[in-house]
């Protein structure tokens, strides 16, 4: 068996680090269903407009999400596919009535 890097596993801890808070993982969620625009990530996850625009920040400058101006508003999509799949293995394990 083949030993994985160190850097691949330093990594792999930093990616869920970054997606570990539940406002972050809710938002990654519903993005799963396409872009959405912060009024409507305000909307389905409950959140205040600063603490939810504080992890927008922080998943924006880890390239995990992706942002665009559509007139006046912002939108946010998943940038990086490979978190649609962590997602999504995530929903299968926590959530497998929502996989079917």
Known sequence: MQA???????DASQGLRAIAHELRLAVLCHLMNGPMCVAE????????????????????MMGILKNERRGTQVYYRIADPAFEGL???????YCPEMCT
């Open 4 to 10: 994985i890097p160190q850097e691949n596993i330093k």
């Open 41 to 60: 990530l305000l909307e389905a996850t409950g959140a205040s407009q600063s603490n939810l625009s504080q992890h927008l920040a922080k998943m924006r």
């Open 87 to 93: 997602i999504m293995a995530l929903k299968n394990i």
